[in-house]
């Protein structure tokens, strides 16, 4: 099992910037791909961006393409979710998770996912 702690939300203004970071334990980070959900209240958690065990592949919800960018690094044994131009409806709890596969187009769904983080809450205000 590889324990998550995600770190760097809080509160912003429309068209803000943040950066989440999701630091992992444990040895097998880079045999893994990661990915970022959110959940907002009353919602579902929902996919947001994905990236393969090496970072060279990354998938990204539609809403937030050209907006957010997903990055990890393999030797910090942490993945980052930059955030821009972020908008009221970003809001909600960021997870990050690590996916049972080593691609990124194969963690789009919350049931592939084996370890989870605690979540860490972003707010934009408008």
């Known amino acids: 099992q590889v324990q998550l702690v995600e770190s760097g939300g809080g509160l912003v203004q429309t068209g803000g910037s943040l950066r989440l970071s999701c630091a992992a334990s444990?040895?097998?980070?880079?045999?893994?791909?990661m990915g970022w959900f959110r959940q907002a209240p009353e919602k579902e958690r929902e996919f947001v961006a994905s990236?393969?065990?090496?970072?060279?592949?990354?998938f990204y919800k539609d809403s937030v393409k050209g907006r957010f960018t997903i990055s990890r690094d393999n030797v910090k044994n942490t993945v980052y979710l930059h955030m821009n131009s972020l908008k009221p409806e970003d809001t909600a709890v960021y997870y990050c998770?690590?996916?049972?596969?080593?691609?990124?187009?194969?963690?789009?769904?919350?049931?592939?996912?084996?370890?989870w983080g605690q979540g860490t809450q972003v707010t934009v205000s408008s």
């Open positions: 444990g040895r097998t980070f880079s045999s893994y791909a």
């Open positions: 998770g690590r996916c049972g596969t080593k691609y990124a187009n194969m963690c789009s769904e919350s049931r592939e996912y084996i370890d």
């Open positions: 990236i393969g065990w090496s970072g060279y592949s990354t």
